[in-house]
């Protein structure tokens, strides 16, 4: 049986966002968690006694060095930052403690659907593709972002949902593309993806996606995010086509994929 087209999809910032007056309450919410966490950590034995700003400090290293290890294709997960973290300290981690709280803080943060999103991931369905999104989650657990989606309707097209901290990869690195394409019963000739950043072009350069899509509709970052996550600058080599609504993927794909897949990008 041949391989069936695919195109898969970046989500923050691409199908989901907060304004950016949002983003910044959400991480510092994320930052108020793990000082809580640490905070209430038991101490080892001769562990000095430290001060919020210092755990606020040692949750910001690990954060920065887990979203350094992402830019490398490595996944740290939420988990591991705040129990490496806790150790630095003196302190016994307490990771499910952590992601307990990070779930709350998804469920209550108002994020926000891409404009025509929905849609976007209906139409390529109709045009007999698989579907998937492939998201680097290395700030809270994927498992928490997806009970936030499922409501939104989103599983009602997307087939495949790959979070990087229930995989050992992170975009760019090919594995975690492939994996999704495995799980849609397709393959890289076959396959495109769409997403808001470097990782996500890189990535399907790297795991020799037939198409890559700059999508740059929702690139107002809070100036927290954006220093938190630098990335590399984008290289124009790799934006096969950059497009500013959901809308316009639709015709591209199409020709790109449909068919027998002879269409050149």
Do not use: C
């Not at 920065?64 to 294709?73: F, I, K, N, P, Q």
């Amino acid at each position: 049986m041949p391989a069936r087209p695919a195109v898969t999809f970046d989500l923050w910032h691409t199908l989901v966002y907060l304004e950016p007056r949002g983003e910044a309450a959400y991480l510092a919410g994320q930052y108020d968690a793990a000082v809580r966490v640490l905070q209430d950590a038991r101490a080892e034995p001769g562990a000095p006694p430290v001060t919020a700003d210092q755990l606020r400090a040692a949750y910001d290293q690990e954060l920065r060095l887990a979203v350094a290890e992402s830019h490398a294709g490595r996944s740290v997960t939420p988990g591991e930052q705040i129990a490496r973290a806790a150790r630095a300290l003196g302190r016994v981690p307490n990771p499910t403690a952590f992601e307990e709280a990070l779930g709350r803080l998804v469920r209550a943060t108002p994020f926000q659907t891409a404009p025509h999103a929905l849609e976007t991931l209906d139409a390529v369905r109709r045009l007999g593709m698989g579907v998937g999104i492939v998201s680097n989650t290395v700030g809270e657990p994927g498992r928490f972002i997806l009970e936030m989606l499922r409501p939104r309707g989103f599983d009602r097209s997307v087939e495949v949902f790959t979070f990087s901290d229930e995989q050992p990869w992170t975009k760019p690195a090919p594995e975690i593309f492939l994996r999704t394409l495995d799980e849609l019963g397709s393959i890289p000739d076959r396959a495109a993806h769409i997403g808001d950043g470097w990782a996500d072009l890189e990535g399907a350069r790297r795991a020799g996606l037939k198409g890559r899509v700059l999508f740059t509709g929702l690139h107002a970052y809070a100036p927290e995010y954006r220093s938190l996550n630098y990335a590399p600058t984008i290289d124009p080599a790799l934006i096969q086509k950059e497009i500013s609504d959901l809308r316009e993927i639709v015709p591209i794909v199409e020709a790109w994929l449909a068919g027998d897949g002879a269409g050149a990008p």
